[in-house]
């Protein structure tokens, strides 16, 4: 095996590898679980917990521009989009300003319509 084949087989290596860590958090953060205040906040501490990325998905504007992290939330410390959530905190989530139930043509054409407020 060239050096360079090496190299190309690595690369593939760690973006699969990448894929599979990103899949696993984005399936967590996105799953409907509730998790013990003790661990929520130690974990919240490094990673982006169910509770906090929810946040991110309120009708709420002012709670919605938060909490953009996939994985780690030191990047929205940095970037000062952080805000804590626990488990315990319900909020509703959805697009601000849209009640109704939206078919698969609406959802897609949502942002040509200027429909999203959120900012």
Not at 67 to 85: E, H, L
């Amino acid at each position: 095996m060239t050096e360079f084949e090496y190299q190309v087989l690595k690369s593939v290596g760690f973006v699969i590898a990448f894929e599979l860590i990103f899949a696993f958090a984005n399936f967590f953060e996105h799953g409907d679980i509730d998790l013990p205040p003790h661990i929520e906040k130690g974990m919240a501490s490094v990673f982006i917990t169910p509770a906090l990325h929810r946040r991110h998905h309120s009708c709420e504007s002012e709670l919605l521009n938060s909490n953009y992290g996939t994985i780690f939330s030191i990047w929205d410390r940095i970037f000062g989009s952080y805000a804590f959530m626990g488990s315990k905190d319900q909020i509703e989530i959805g697009l601000p300003d849209l009640s109704r139930d939206l078919g698969a043509i609406d959802v897609v054409m949502l942002p040509t319509r200027g429909r999203f407020l959120g900012r």
